[in-house]
């Protein structure tokens, strides 16, 4: 005998009246018992909870016989609360402002998190993949394969050459491309789950001569046809072709990706290119991505660990070397700090303030409400004496009230999503971000705004449905009497802790402000304004014809100075070994520096200035090997290398590198000149000791007179073919790069100020309710001031007073809390601005204008309004 | 009094209840929809059916023995009343005209 689950009966019990239940009960054991024995045990339970849902319908039927009042008393709380909505509309809306702009804030933060955490959660094996990192993304070719052999917690490792960058392809002989392409070992898409859609993911890279495209990349290059079997041509560092096959095409990347790629070539095309064979067995060389999977469980830290073992056997007993296992999960948002690096990144510390910020700004929006509760309670106080005098209990009194906050936090949430709904477009816009991604996680959102919701709406009515429901119908219902000191006490409270956040988050905007200020206008000891830079792509064939180009360049009318360089300011310089004459280094390739290489006329078109000595000429051969030093690098030779370098010029210095794989060095010349300091990184960095030579590099440099700069663009794109570049015309403003450099820290800073500025539009909001209530409360009071000669602004005063003596309180509290974490904050610039006693005096002042300003409507209402009117009543 | 209409389940229900008399309750008149009409019905739909039908004056119901697959519990039973036959007779008299006329009609389908 099979009898239903006994949930049962208790569900049923909930819609059916006593009455009906005994047959009904008694048709559904049956029709369960025979279900069962036909569809077994699963579906008989499927089945049966539809049936016993779908009984709801005889809800009515069931309790038209029964007396419970509870439903009528539900709908009477509703129809009262709706009405005290509409007669006090000025509450209710600030209330609903105030909670609707709070929870929009929220919820569009809230997507924004979900995007960002969102990151590379959807390699299979993601959980034990691991990626190799020190100060950059990318770390030595020689790793991996050691890793992998000698270790046995190592599953599998991969390595890839982050982008060939603009590389010709051609389709056809009419139709190529300009790309930047993935290098990967042939386990690339059985170690990543990016999925294939033709093509054999074990395979598709096993032929050194194959290549695999993204199904945007087949559409752009064969339309409908399959592109699998097709051949392509990709131009090669010798100056000749290779012929490439494509054997498999894959589904766009995610955008939830930290690697972003749309063509993949095989790793071993590195053995053909001469330059990357000789890297690839180098080990100082850090230049190749690389990933690990480990065993379940293995321990990342040790592995990592062993690293300095592993330098130690190979490539010198005395050196010592550091990496990190970064989970690949993790490594969208923690691997921020890096110096350079391949992968898409977010950070951390902005998700971890933008995230305080939505919590603020609900909070703010809460005690709104709580305040503007309990200060009307008063109001109420007559309606809960007569509810109680007629035998309401306190429970049910709770239950009224709470059903009355939960209707209006509904009613804010409503607002709340059509503000959300709005402003999505802009934000998308303005943040540079796709919100509607989030969207793809609807299950976790709607979760999740759900429990928003709910901690909101018992956060805003515990306290006052408590309050409320507490007064005596005695005291309630005698004239005349409304004291309530203690929630008083505790809305004093609330306003000061409301208002010491507002003052901090003024203190915390005009900060940001100021720094962002002080680095858009700091001194950056170069100047790149109209100047435009062109790749030229191939460094060969730029030199061939170098002569011709800087000639027809230079006879452009408004055409200052054309220059060739390796690197620009904001680009990051390279560390190589650099021996000084003279010096005992620890190593045979002496220490290691960074160096900048520029190019002819290079210092004269950025506008270095050269404090000793001279900068690089050309026409002198000599040059090719000379060296000038920036005045840290001077400082920096003079501390490590003695006080004969206070002189430096006329003093040798040698050029090690190591990428051909053994350190060798490159050349040897003397130092020329020392310049000025200049940021040669953005300015989130410090300047570093850097040595200059000339290196010959494939962009054009061009700095024009502003005018001009349009007739010097299309006079080289009309000589681009002619000069020989391999690659697209193209061009740049060296000022429009470096600035974006900052577009993503001026953007977020941005948002940080907006969303200040709407926490204390809300704290504001509060306040002017507040203060509403409060001289609600005196009128009368004020009137007999008025009838014994009080004049208005002695009203004014001691009705203000009452309110700055809180903000007072707000702003000694909120000062040394503020002026603490953006301390913090300043130290994550490498130029700050110091803090000063200006920006505390002004955010107070502000704080307390704000404060003047949002209650004087009120007091002065209060303190100008005819005392004949007011005490008419008495 | 008011004429009522019955709708097209309800005289559904009653034509089957009228001819499972005396075991038509619930869970019989579901299985006979679903053998002989092949319509999926939930049980609940059925009970709305019968109840209003009841209220209507059509039905009227007596509760008849227990079984051990209802766990105890007795089964309503229903029987058609006077009015409730009249009440079909009149549908089908009604329906059997417009079946007629419609028969009578010529179509052309192409």
């Known amino acids: 005998m099979h009898s239903p689950p006994s949930w049962f009966q208790k569900m049923l019990s909930w819609f059916i009246s006593q009455e009906l239940q005994e047959e009904i009960s008694g048709d559904l054991n049956e029709t369960y018992h025979e279900l069962r024995q036909r569809k077994g045990k699963l579906a008989a339970n499927v089945y049966f909870l539809i049936e016993v849902i779908s009984f709801s319908r005889m809800y009515h039927r069931g309790r038209q016989y029964q007396s419970s009042n509870t439903l009528s008393m539900i709908q009477n709380y509703i129809k009262v609360a709706l009405r005290n909505l509409l007669n006090n509309r000025l509450t209710s809306s600030i209330n609903i402002a105030g909670l609707g702009v709070g929870l929009a804030c929220v919820i569009v933060i809230f997507l924004y998190l979900t995007v960002e955490t969102s990151y590379d959660k959807f390699h299979e094996d993601g959980k034990n993949i691991y990626r190799l990192q020190h100060a950059y993304g990318f770390i030595n070719a020689q790793a991996a394969p050691v890793y992998e052999r000698e270790y046995a917690d190592v599953v599998s490792s991969l390595r890839i050459n982050p982008f060939i960058r603009n590389r010709r392809i051609h389709i056809s002989e009419t139709e190529a491309y300009t790309e930047d392409i993935l290098m990967a070992e042939d386990n690339f898409f059985t170690f990543f789950s990016f999925p294939i859609v033709s093509g054999d993911p074990a395979n598709c890279l096993s032929d050194k001569y194959s290549l695999v495209i993204s199904q945007t990349m087949a559409r752009k290059y064969y339309g409908s046809d399959s592109p699998i079997g097709k051949t392509v041509e990709i131009d090669d560092p010798r100056g000749d072709r290779t012929t490439l096959t494509i054997t498999g095409v894959f589904e766009d990347v995610p955008y939830h990706s930290h690697l972003q790629f749309d063509l993949v070539m095989p790793f071993a095309l590195a053995e053909d290119d001469p330059r990357m064979a000789g890297m690839l067995k180098s080990w100082p060389n850090d230049w190749i991505g690389t990933y690990l999977k480990l065993e379940e469980g293995a321990d990342a830290e040790t592995l990592a660990g062993e690293y300095l073992n592993i330098w130690q056997k190979y490539v010198d007993p005395s050196d010592s070397a550091l990496i990190e296992f970064m989970p690949l999960e993790d490594l969208y948002l923690e691997s921020s700090h890096l110096v350079s690096d391949y992968a898409d990144h977010g950070d951390k510390d902005q998700v971890r303030m933008i995230m305080a910020i939505a919590i603020v700004i609900l909070l703010i929006a809460c005690v709104n409400f709580i305040n503007l509760s309990t200060a009307g309670a008063n109001k109420r106080s007559k309606e809960v004496g007569l509810r109680k005098t007629l035998g309401a209990q306190r429970k049910q009194l709770i239950r009224q009230f709470l059903i009355e906050s939960t209707l209006l936090t509904f009613i804010a949430f409503v607002v709340a999503l059509c503000l959300v709904v709005v402003s999505i477009p802009y934000i998308n816009r303005a943040a540079d971000i796709n919100l509607y991604h989030a969207l793809s996680k609807l299950d976790v959102i709607i979760i999740s705004i759900c429990g928003i919701l709910f901690l909101t709406t018992l956060g805003t009515s515990i306290y006052p449905a408590l309050v409320l429901s507490s007064f005596k119908p005695a005291r309630a219902l005698r004239p005349g009497s409304h004291s309530n000191s203690t929630s008083g006490l505790l809305r004093r409270g609330l306003v000061v802790g409301q208002f010491a956040i507002s003052v901090a988050l003024i203190i915390a905007a005009l900060i940001i402000y100021d720094q962002m200020n002080f680095i858009q206008s700091k001194e950056l000891g170069f100047d790149v304004d109209k100047v435009v830079k062109f790749q030229f792509g191939s460094t060969n064939q730029l030199q061939n014809n170098w002569n011709m180009v800087k000639n027809q ?240 602004p002695t009203l004014l005063k001691m009705l203000s007073f009452d309110f700055l003596k809180l903000v007072g309180i707000a702003i000694i509290t909120a000062i040394p809390v503020a002026t603490y974490f953006m301390d913090q904050w300043l130290d994550n610039f490498a130029y700050r601005i110091e803090l000063s006693v200006w920006h505390v005096f002004i955010s107070a002042l502000a704080a307390v204008v704000i404060a003047q300003i949002t209650i004087s409507y009120n007091t002065l209402k209060a303190a100008m309004a005819n005392p004949t009117k007011v005490l008419r009543s008495e | 009094m008011e004429r009522e209409n019955i709708g097209e389940l309800e005289e559904l229900v009653m034509l089957i209840a009228g001819w499972l008399h005396p075991e038509a309750y619930a869970v019989s008149i579901r299985k006979e929809l679903l053998s002989k009409m092949d319509r999926k019905v939930v049980l609940s739909s059925v009970h709305t059916v019968l109840n209003r039908l009841e209220k209507k004056g059509y039905l009227s119901s007596t509760f008849g023995e227990s079984t051990p697959e209802r766990g105890g519990k007795r089964k309503r039973c229903f029987t058609i009343t006077q009015a409730g036959y009249e009440a079909l007779k009149s549908v089908h008299a009604r329906r059997e005209q417009l079946y007629a006329n419609f028969l009578n009609t010529n179509f052309n389908f192409n």
């Open chain 1, 553 to 792: 360049l230079a006879q452009q009318p408004g055409v200052q100075l054309v220059a060739n360089t390796r690197h620009l300011p904001g680009d990051n310089a390279y560390y190589w070994g650099y021996k000084f004459d003279g010096v005992e280094h620890a190593e045979h390739y002496g220490d290691s520096w960074r160096g900048f290489y520029l190019g002819e006329n290079m210092m004269e078109t950025i506008g270095l200035e050269v404090t000793m000595g001279r900068p690089f000429d050309a026409s002198k051969p000599m040059d090719s090997a000379a060296f000038v030093l920036n005045e840290s690098g001077w400082k920096r030779a003079i501390d490590e290398y003695g006080e004969d370098w206070k002189e430096p010029i006329g003093k040798t210095i040698e050029y090690w590198t190591a990428s051909s794989g053994e350190w060798a060095m490159v050349k040897r010349g003397v130092v020329i000149g020392v310049v000025k300091d200049f940021h040669h990184h953005s300015l989130q960095r410090p300047i570093e000791p850097i040595i200059m030579h000339l290196v010959k590099s494939s962009n054009i440099v061009v700095k024009t007179t502003g005018a001009s700069a349009i007739d010097v663009i299309r006079f080289a794109e009309s000589n681009w073919s002619q000069w020989g570049s391999p690659v697209d015309f193209n061009y740049e403003f060296v000022q429009d790069t470096f600035d974006a450099h900052y577009t993503t820290e001026r953007r977020f800073n941005t948002f940080i100020l907006v969303f200040c500025m709407i926490a204390i539009g809300i704290a504001c909001l509060g306040l002017y309710g507040l203060s509403v209530y409060a001289t609600q409360q005196r009128i009368k009071e004020i009137g007999v001031r008025k009838t014994l000669g009080a004049s208005v």
